[in-house]
């Protein structure tokens, strides 16, 4: 079980549109639509921003996308803010009952 | 809106046994969910380690599961890991968290975290 990839690192500018890739396999992302993503600040608890690949909880903003296509799920934040700066995790079901968590992207606001 | 805390040593020896507790409050383990252990070694990523049912099954992360127990004591309203052989890579922040799907990863609460060195 391998974690999924995402880019080490991206960046905007206040207002821009930013988009994070979070690859999988067709044994997980691929084949299930049960990914999650989660915005994460050093010293916090993780925050759960989408699940199931596109639902927003209560309370975040819907500056806050997901999608999937194939093996390859993505996060998109639109209107970045200076407080959207943080790591960004990816997480999908992995058949099972077992989950995996992506490498981790850190979002620099410019 | 329930809360997860976790508790248990700071420091563990190599080669001995970790064990850390989730009391769960504001919410009844034995209405359903599945609960998780999750953790983050210094400078990398969040790592799945296990989660535990109401009845007691248990999955793991098959590269940890050698190592593994996480079990639940619904009249405690907790749940715990055992995490044995340990070495020093396994010094990191340990989590515990709720997964509202089936499971699915949905994990909408956390606790606040515990850190764990593993060092003679």
């Known amino acids: 079980q391998s974690a999924l990839t995402q880019p080490a690192s991206v960046s905007g500018s206040p207002g821009q549109s930013i988009t994070i890739s979070c690859t999988g396999t067709s044994g997980d992302i691929g084949r299930f639509d049960l990914v999650s993503w989660y915005q994460y600040h050093p010293g916090k608890a993780p925050k759960l921003m989408i699940y199931e690949g596109s639902k927003r909880p209560s309370g975040v903003p819907n500056r806050f996308a997901g999608s999937k296509s194939g093996n390859t799920a993505s996060l998109t934040i639109s209107g970045l803010q200076a407080e959207d700066e943080a790591d960004y995790y990816c997480c999908s079901y992995a058949g099972g009952s077992t989950v995996i968590f992506g490498g981790g992207t850190r979002l620099t606001v410019l | 809106q329930v809360q997860l805390q976790e508790s248990g040593p700071g420091l563990v020896k190599p080669s001995e046994t970790l064990s850390l507790t989730c009391d769960v409050s504001?919410?009844?383990?034995?209405?359903?969910?599945?609960w998780g252990w999750i953790r983050q070694p210094p400078g990398k990523g969040l790592e799945w380690i296990g989660s535990?049912?109401?009845?007691?099954?248990?999955f793991y992360n098959p590269s940890l599961k050698s190592r593994v127990t996480v079990s639940v004591d619904t009249s405690k309203n907790q749940f715990s890991l055992k995490f044995n052989s340990l070495t020093a890579a396994d010094t990191a922040v340990y989590y515990c968290?709720?997964?509202?799907?089936?499971?699915?990863?949905?994990?909408?609460?956390w606790g606040q975290g515990t850190p764990v060195t593993v060092s003679s």
């Open positions: 535990v049912f109401r009845t007691g099954s248990a």
């Open positions: 504001d919410y009844s383990i034995s209405s359903g969910y599945y």
């Open positions: 968290a709720r997964d509202t799907g089936s499971p699915a990863g949905t994990y909408d609460s």
